[in-house]
T-cell receptor, first 112, second 111 residues
């Protein structure tokens, strides 16, 4: 079982470029989330989804878009990259509310 | 405002020296409290879920406890392989699937 798979593992972008961070899970989980982790800030929720076709904003949604066309995939799109979006991005999935979220190993993103 | 505070930020122990990590939380209705372990360059790895005050969970050298205001992660006779950052997170009743994380405690165990 692969669990939660994130690609790419590392990425360097120039300011203004766009890109998509991929996230896939093979556990048939309904709930999926994107977090960013910054030094001294802890993990913060960007967007989440409670099922295919349903998404909502988290604490820090500005500059990011998501969609959920299938149960398995939950991509995160950076529309126009800014240096403030340099961070480590984690995708997570869970079976339901109050159930543990399982995390991927992250995408390390640098914006120059 | 829902928030989670972990202390200490960093903890150095000798192998076999037991200690506890603290997670204080303020939340409008607790749905669950979660403990994770994170190794450098990896994603958080789930350890425990606690749902109500008085609940305890144990796994090898780790034991998690919960009161109405805080949770403790007790580490008994730690080994160097227990070195990691330990994260605490809460999920509130009205917050959907969102987890609110503390900043973590970085534990170093030397032999």
């Amino acid at each position: 079982n692969a669990g939660v798979t994130q690609t790419p593992k590392f990425q360097v972008l120039k300011t203004g470029q766009s890109m998509t961070l991929q996230c896939a899970q093979d556990m048939n989980h309904e709930y999926m989330s994107w977090y960013r982790q910054d030094p001294g800030m802890g993990l913060r929720l960007i967007h989440y989804s409670v099922g295919a076709g349903i998404t909502d904003q988290g604490e820090v949604p500005n500059g990011y878009n998501v969609s959920r066309s299938t149960t398995e995939d939950f991509p995160l799109r950076l529309l126009s990259a800014a240096p403030s979006q340099t961070s480590v991005y984690f995708c997570a999935s869970s079976y339901g509310l109050a159930q543990p979220q399982h995390f991927g190993d992250g995408t390390r993103l640098s914006i120059l | 405002e829902d928030q989670v505070t972990q202390s200490p930020e960093a903890l150095r122990l000798q192998e076999g020296e037991s200690s506890s990590l603290n997670c204080s939380y303020t939340v409008s209705g607790l749905r669950g409290l979660f403990w994770y372990r994170q190794d450098p360059g990896k994603g958080p790895e789930f350890l425990f879920t606690l749902y109500s005050a008085g609940e305890e969970k144990e796994k090898e050298r780790l034991k998690a406890t919960l009161t109405k205001k805080e949770s403790f992660l007790h580490i008994t006779a730690p080994k160097p392989e227990d070195s990691a950052t330990y994260l605490c997170a809460v999920q509130a009743d009205q917050a959907g699937t969102a987890l609110i994380f503390g900043k973590g405690t970085t534990l170093s165990v030397s032999s």
